[in-house]
């Protein structure tokens, strides 16, 4: 696979809609054998995950990768908590921003990047309902304008 970033296996679609995403940053991620290649078939999923800081390490937790067709004995366990990857000064920014109230750390989208697997993970303020509301209506407005726009240029 060529250099730069490759295809995108996962993405947290509810990550946007429940959190006001405000940094993101790459990590990467400490993998078993068989756990890649069910990734690179695509058998991973992001929906109820997250990330935590534990002992001046950041782990993610109940991101599942299904187990790998071909493996045997050797498959890993579907949902187990799986090592991030980042430099020291990166998990202190992540603390000091987590210690606010309301702060907390989602993985958006999982890629890889030169064959190895890297997680997009942000950091984000849980929205209140209203806020998600605001956000269908700004969208729903976007989506007309640019319809209306759209209907007006082709006359």
Avoid: C
Wanted: charged share 35%; proline share 2%.
């Amino acid at each position: 696979m060529s250099k730069g970033k490759g295809k995108v296996f996962a993405r947290n679609r509810r990550a946007n809609f429940d959190y006001a995403i405000e940094d993101t940053i790459e990590a990467g991620i400490v993998l078993q054998g068989t756990e890649i290649k069910s990734i690179r078939a695509g058998k991973v999923q992001l929906k109820e995950s997250f990330v935590q800081i534990r002992n001046n390490e950041a782990w993610i937790l109940n991101m599942h990768i299904s187990p790998y067709d071909q493996g045997n004995r050797f498959n890993h366990d579907p949902i187990r908590s799986r090592k991030l990857l980042l430099h020291r000064r990166q998990i202190n920014q992540l603390i000091g921003k987590t210690k606010q109230q309301g702060y907390t750390i989602v993985p958006i989208q999982m890629h890889l990047k030169d064959g190895f697997a890297k997680v997009l993970i942000g950091v984000g303020k849980g929205k209140k309902h209203h806020d998600r509301r605001e956000d269908l209506k700004r969208k729903e407005a976007k989506r007309d304008m640019d319809r209306a726009l759209k209907d007006r240029q082709q006359y």
